[in-house]
């Protein structure tokens, strides 16, 4: 494995950068549309709350794969030219932006009503009472989640392997196939895989003990 | 437009439910076997034995926070250098399973801590063995807090299962991809019959598991 790592050290680092941007756009680009749907979700129209919810069931109950697929297979075929990398992080941006919906949602409804009634009552608009009250506190609710969220995407961007993403998982294909030495490449991207989600998970479990028994 | 309804041809259709077969039966064997040992695997953590429940979670840290796809690798690629050959359903249902128990066993850890911890003294004082008091009083009342995260894991696996296609296990996804590789046109009736698909199945699963929540906690006013 050391040999492995040794040997094919800019690959697996490349590949380490591309699955780590890939997260973090997706995760940026998550976080907006799913706070944009959460705040659909909890709506007083009605019929906004059900555009919110049917986006969210849907995606939450279609694989990644058959999402991010269909951009890279779709969108180039019919559409414009994208690479797999482009793909596949709108594929896991999509994905997750359910799922984080559904995690600020709940941050959002643990903030209590009450809440809202008192920063109505000193004069504050909704928007305001919203963006100045309420979105703050459910902030801190929402992070650990959040965090949890991350590591996910960080792990689901190995689907990017399927698309030509050149991400970890990707290059560990193509190590694989070259030193033919598949239990050593695949510990060795196991290994980097653990460096990013490892720590995080600990970090996210010490803060939920810390902020949410709090 | 036309074009777009040749693909949802009999023939097809029927070779698309072939595929959902397949990942039915994936799912579900690797549901039974995920289960059994992901509770075992939990009880091992929550127990406290010195050295034995930290090792257990560590392992099960470990395999949580590795990629599905990257187990997948492992199992059919990795493990015949070290003699063992698995052919491509059981290479899936030996990954789905590894990685399944150590979620499930997060899920009834946290279920089992939930359970307040005055119900196993009260248990014990009462007279019953630790374990009797693990098996009569802790874990069904864990069981029922831990049925709605349980389910939606289980919804999780069932799309995860579609990664299998990448080591060419014949389920839906793989079956949808050789039929849209034969004509372009396919290609975005194919993907909408997946998504259909899988949205079905993994619906119907969450609102079974809404249904059996409701009445669980029906049941516990009574």
Same mark, same amino acid.
């Given at each position: 494995?050391?040999?492995?790592?040794?040997?094919?050290?800019?690959?697996?680092?490349?590949?380490?950068?591309?699955?780590? =941007?890939?997260?973090?756009?997706?995760?940026?680009?998550?976080?907006?549309? =799913?706070? *944009?749907? /959460?705040?659909?979700?909890?709506?007083?129209?009605?019929?906004?709350?059900?555009?919110?919810?049917?986006?969210?069931?849907?995606?939450?109950?279609?694989?990644?794969?058959?999402?991010?697929?269909?951009?890279?297979?779709?969108?180039?075929?019919?559409?414009?030219?994208?690479? =797999?990398?482009?793909?596949?992080?709108? =594929?896991?941006?999509?994905?997750?932006?359910?799922?984080? /919906?559904?995690?600020?949602? !709940?941050?959002?409804?643990?903030?209590? &009503?009450?809440?809202?009634?008192?920063?109505?009552?000193?004069?504050? &608009?909704?928007?305001?009472?919203?963006?100045?009250?309420?979105?703050?506190?459910?902030?801190?609710? *929402?992070?650990?989640?959040?965090?949890?969220?991350?590591?996910?995407?960080?792990?689901?961007?190995?689907?990017?392997?399927?698309?030509?993403?050149?991400?970890?998982?990707?290059?560990?294909?193509?190590?694989?196939?070259?030193?033919?030495?598949?239990?050593?490449?695949?510990? !060795? *991207?196991?290994?980097?895989?653990?460096?990013?989600?490892?720590?995080?998970?600990?970090?996210?479990?010490?803060?939920?003990?810390?902020? *949410?028994?709090? | 437009?036309?074009?777009?309804?040749?693909?949802?041809?009999?023939?097809?259709?029927?070779?698309?439910?072939?595929?959902?077969? +397949?990942?039915?039966?994936?799912?579900?064997?690797?549901?039974?076997?995920?289960?059994?040992?992901?509770? %075992?695997?939990?009880?091992?953590?929550?127990?406290?034995?010195?050295?034995?429940?930290?090792?257990?979670?560590?392992?099960?840290?470990?395999?949580?926070?590795?990629?599905? $796809?990257?187990?997948?690798?492992?199992?059919?690629?990795?493990?015949?250098?070290?003699?063992?050959?698995?052919?491509?359903?059981?290479?899936?249902?030996?990954?789905? #399973?590894?990685?399944?128990?150590?979620? %499930?066993?997060?899920?009834?850890?946290?279920?089992?801590?939930?359970?307040?911890?005055?119900?196993?003294?009260?248990?014990?004082?009462?007279?019953?063995?630790?374990?009797?008091?693990?098996?009569?009083?802790?874990?069904?009342?864990?069981?029922?807090?831990?049925?709605?995260?349980? @389910?939606?894991?289980?919804?999780? $696996?069932?799309?995860?299962?579609? %990664?299998?296609?990448?080591?060419?296990?014949?389920?839906? #996804?793989?079956?949808?991809?050789?039929?849209?590789?034969?004509? +372009?046109?396919?290609?975005?009736?194919?993907?909408?019959?997946?998504?259909?698909?899988?949205?079905?199945?993994?619906? @119907?699963?969450?609102?079974?598991?809404?249904? $059996?929540?409701?009445?669980?906690?029906?049941?516990?006013?009574?």
């Amino acid at each position: 494995m050391i040999t492995i790592i040794t040997e094919h050290w800019g690959e697996l680092l490349s590949g380490l950068g591309y699955t780590l =941007g890939s997260s973090v756009i997706a995760l940026i680009g998550s976080l907006v549309i =799913g706070t *944009v749907f /959460a705040l659909m979700e909890i709506s007083t129209y009605k019929w906004v709350r059900g555009i919110g919810r049917t986006y969210v069931e849907i995606i939450r109950n279609i694989p990644l794969l058959v999402i991010t697929m269909g951009f890279y297979v779709i969108v180039p075929t019919f559409f414009v030219k994208i690479d =797999g990398f482009t793909a596949g992080t709108i =594929g896991l941006m999509i994905y997750t932006s359910a799922f984080i /919906a559904e995690t600020i949602r !709940a941050g959002i409804e643990a903030v209590s &009503t009450g809440q809202m009634e008192g920063a109505r009552s000193v004069g504050l &608009t909704y928007s305001q009472a919203m963006i100045h009250i309420i979105l703050p506190q459910a902030v801190k609710m *929402v992070i650990p989640p959040l965090g949890n969220q991350f590591i996910n995407l960080v792990k689901n961007s190995s689907v990017l392997a399927f698309v030509a993403g050149f991400d970890l998982m990707y290059q560990g294909k193509i190590i694989a196939s070259t030193t033919f030495n598949t239990f050593d490449t695949y510990l !060795a *991207v196991g290994v980097f895989y653990l460096i990013i989600t490892m720590p995080l998970s600990y970090l996210m479990r010490y803060l939920e003990k810390k902020w *949410v028994t709090a | 437009m036309q074009e777009f309804l040749n693909a949802y041809s009999w023939v097809n259709l029927r070779f698309l439910l072939d595929g959902l077969w +397949v990942t039915i039966e994936v799912s579900v064997v690797s549901i039974i076997f995920s289960f059994i040992i992901g509770t %075992l695997l939990g009880l091992g953590r929550y127990v406290q034995v010195k050295y034995f429940s930290a090792i257990v979670g560590f392992i099960i840290d470990i395999i949580r926070n590795l990629p599905l $796809l990257l187990i997948l690798f492992f199992t059919y690629f990795s493990l015949p250098s070290i003699g063992i050959r698995l052919s491509v359903v059981p290479a899936s249902i030996v990954a789905m #399973t590894i990685f399944e128990s150590a979620m %499930l066993a997060e899920i009834v850890r946290s279920g089992i801590s939930a359970v307040a911890t005055g119900q196993m003294e009260a248990a014990r004082s009462n007279g019953l063995t630790y374990l009797q008091a693990m098996r009569y009083i802790v874990m069904p009342q864990a069981f029922r807090k831990m049925i709605p995260p349980i @389910v939606s894991q289980f919804i999780s $696996l069932v799309k995860d299962t579609s %990664l299998a296609t990448i080591i060419l296990l014949p389920d839906l #996804t793989e079956h949808a991809q050789i039929i849209y590789g034969q004509n +372009v046109n396919y290609v975005i009736p194919m993907f909408v019959a997946l998504a259909a698909i899988y949205f079905v199945v993994n619906f @119907v699963l969450s609102q079974a598991s809404r249904w $059996l929540e409701k009445r669980l906690s029906r049941s516990k006013i009574n």
